[in-house]
């Protein structure tokens, strides 16, 4: 059974992470964040850089308290199980999510886009997770136009183009996806 719909974060959960690009008048940066619940944080997907020199998948583990980022906020979307093991004198998180992002590329327009940008990756990442039932969303397209337009209405959280992630976050369900 799915957590139920909540204002904080839930172990598990998949968020569409919505940022603003430098300045606040500037557009929108959609990425994929899975909490893990490692450091108190977990992990972002996206791709960076830009149609003319190219894009590249960064992905990397980040703890939620302290980390400074043009963020907007979080929009809950679905839930992937994680697996903790000991590896190095530490604990290695994983999950299927880890697999999903890996096996979208980042150097070709998605299929169903016309170009390829942070936005046609991350929704590409969705249609995956909606596939293999991570995600119970009936229209990838429309969830994408929900994360957007809640993003640019609550782009005011973002005072000088930062905001800091920590108890504060502005935290969100989607109103089209199902969490039974």
Known sequence: MEPAPSETFVVGGIYLAMF?????DAGLYMAIYHHTGQNGGGKRHGIV?????????ASRNISLRGFTQSLVGLMRIGSCSVQAKEKNAGMEYASEMD????????????????????ISWTLTVVKECVTKGLVKCGDVEALGLEALT??????????????????????TDSTLCNFD
Not at 20 to 24: H, M
Not at 99 to 118: A, G, H, Q
């Open 20 to 24: 603003v690009l430098g300045s606040v």
């Open 49 to 57: 850089g830009s149609t003319e020199s190219g894009w590249v998948l």
């Open 99 to 118: 697999n999903i992002v890996k096996d979208v590329k980042s150097d070709k327009v998605p299929k169903d886009f016309t170009e390829l940008n942070c």
């Open 150 to 171: 809640w993003a640019e209405e609550n782009r005011h959280v973002v005072d000088g183009g930062f905001s800091s992630w920590g108890d504060d976050i502005l935290v």
